[in-house]
């Protein structure tokens, strides 16, 4: 497969909050993107959403308006999935259900291009459990984007057992392309490594929190005014280089044994979810999403897609 934007066409299946993303980020790109989903009306809010990601970047200065033309202008949406068939490059971004993605898979086989590649934008099915439909194993991969893909520029690329290193290698050269940040994982983990980071610092969030020491507004406060600043520039292992591994060892020695285990801090998510309160959705989760709140973030997100 080739990965110039005159020969490739990108194949996204899936229209809700990821495939818009990701094709809109393709489209931009430079590449046609032909999109699928099985729900007219999801296909119908392809290009309102393509629209209002796009206006982000022009607001932020990312993009100009003819950019922004030229984009939609890339974007076809079909309600047939034989449309699929002239992308070489796929990505699968359907509900997180084994069995629907199994069916689609065992549609897609008999479909795509000897060449074509299949991806899946899974968020932590194994890819040898994904593939156990597909003839051509090989050309399978998984790639995990997050979202908003406009703004997160990570894609975890993780291979199976059976696919082929020029399928990994083409992969990261499309999503380099596409303007993503592409990485590749020797083997697959449960929640790849990206969730696993996130989820392990969410356990000690929550563990400090029931604990008494700080509240979920704290416990905030000094994320952002430290690590979160820190993790932009350096990872925790250049930090920890940086630190002096020495000192690091020090301080591991008496702090390790106190840090959260426990797999129980998820009651005090369960808790908030059983009392209604499941985040911005509701209005509330363990802050009060009013206005003054969500105008904050929208500042914030504009100065971090501005910076591109
Ligand atoms: P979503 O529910 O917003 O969208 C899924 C879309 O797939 C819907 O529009 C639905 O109509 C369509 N669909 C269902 N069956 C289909 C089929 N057989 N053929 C074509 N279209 C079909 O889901 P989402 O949040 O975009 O997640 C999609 C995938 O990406 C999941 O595997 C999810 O785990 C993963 N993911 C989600 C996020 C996130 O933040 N939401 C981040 C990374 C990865």
Do not use: C
């Given at each position: 497969m080739n990965t110039t934007t005159q020969d490739v066409a990108i194949g996204v299946v899936g229209t809700g909050l990821m495939g818009v993303g990701i094709a809109t980020q393709a489209a931009l790109h430079g590449y046609r993107t032909i999109v699928h989903d099985v729900d007219p009306a999801r296909l119908a809010s392809v290009a309102p959403k393509a629209e209002a990601v796009l206006d982000e970047l022009i607001d932020a200065g990312r993009i100009d308006h003819a950019a922004r033309q030229a984009a939609l202008a890339r974007i076809e949406t079909h309600a047939?999935?034989?449309?699929?068939?002239?992308?070489r490059f796929v990505v699968e971004a359907i509900p997180e259900v084994l069995e629907l993605k199994h069916r689609l898979y065992a549609k897609l086989a008999g479909l795509l291009a000897d060449d074509a590649i299949l991806a899946s934008n899974t968020s932590g099915f194994p890819p040898d459990q994904l593939a156990t439909?597909?003839?051509?194993?090989?050309?399978f991969v998984i790639a995990h984007f997050w979202n908003p893909p406009h703004m997160i520029p990570l894609v975890e690329i993780v291979p199976g057992s059976a696919t082929a290193p020029e399928v990994v290698q083409q992969t990261a050269g499309l999503m380099s392309a596409i303007g993503m940040e592409p990485v590749v994982l020797a083997k697959a983990i449960p929640g790849f490594v990206g969730n696993r980071l996130q989820f392990a610092v969410l356990r000690e969030a929550l563990h400090i929190v029931r604990s008494g020491a700080a509240t979920p507004e704290v416990v905030d406060r000094v994320m952002k005014a430290s690590l979160g600043r820190r993790w932009g520039i350096v990872g925790p292992f250049e930090g920890a280089d940086m630190g002096g591994l020495d000192t690091f060892v020090d301080i591991a020695s008496h702090l390790m044994p106190q840090l959260a285990k426990d797999e129980d801090v998820i009651d005090l998510l369960r808790a908030q979810v059983d009392a209604g309160r499941v985040g911005v959705r509701s209005g509330a989760?363990?802050?009060?999403?009013d206005e003054a709140r969500i105008a904050r973030v929208k500042a914030g997100r504009k100065r971090v897609i501005g910076r591109g």
């Amino acid at each position: 497969m080739n990965t110039t934007t005159q020969d490739v066409a990108i194949g996204v299946v899936g229209t809700g909050l990821m495939g818009v993303g990701i094709a809109t980020q393709a489209a931009l790109h430079g590449y046609r993107t032909i999109v699928h989903d099985v729900d007219p009306a999801r296909l119908a809010s392809v290009a309102p959403k393509a629209e209002a990601v796009l206006d982000e970047l022009i607001d932020a200065g990312r993009i100009d308006h003819a950019a922004r033309q030229a984009a939609l202008a890339r974007i076809e949406t079909h309600a047939q999935l034989d449309a699929i068939a002239r992308a070489r490059f796929v990505v699968e971004a359907i509900p997180e259900v084994l069995e629907l993605k199994h069916r689609l898979y065992a549609k897609l086989a008999g479909l795509l291009a000897d060449d074509a590649i299949l991806a899946s934008n899974t968020s932590g099915f194994p890819p040898d459990q994904l593939a156990t439909p597909l003839r051509a194993k090989e050309r399978f991969v998984i790639a995990h984007f997050w979202n908003p893909p406009h703004m997160i520029p990570l894609v975890e690329i993780v291979p199976g057992s059976a696919t082929a290193p020029e399928v990994v290698q083409q992969t990261a050269g499309l999503m380099s392309a596409i303007g993503m940040e592409p990485v590749v994982l020797a083997k697959a983990i449960p929640g790849f490594v990206g969730n696993r980071l996130q989820f392990a610092v969410l356990r000690e969030a929550l563990h400090i929190v029931r604990s008494g020491a700080a509240t979920p507004e704290v416990v905030d406060r000094v994320m952002k005014a430290s690590l979160g600043r820190r993790w932009g520039i350096v990872g925790p292992f250049e930090g920890a280089d940086m630190g002096g591994l020495d000192t690091f060892v020090d301080i591991a020695s008496h702090l390790m044994p106190q840090l959260a285990k426990d797999e129980d801090v998820i009651d005090l998510l369960r808790a908030q979810v059983d009392a209604g309160r499941v985040g911005v959705r509701s209005g509330a989760g363990f802050h009060d999403w009013d206005e003054a709140r969500i105008a904050r973030v929208k500042a914030g997100r504009k100065r971090v897609i501005g910076r591109g």
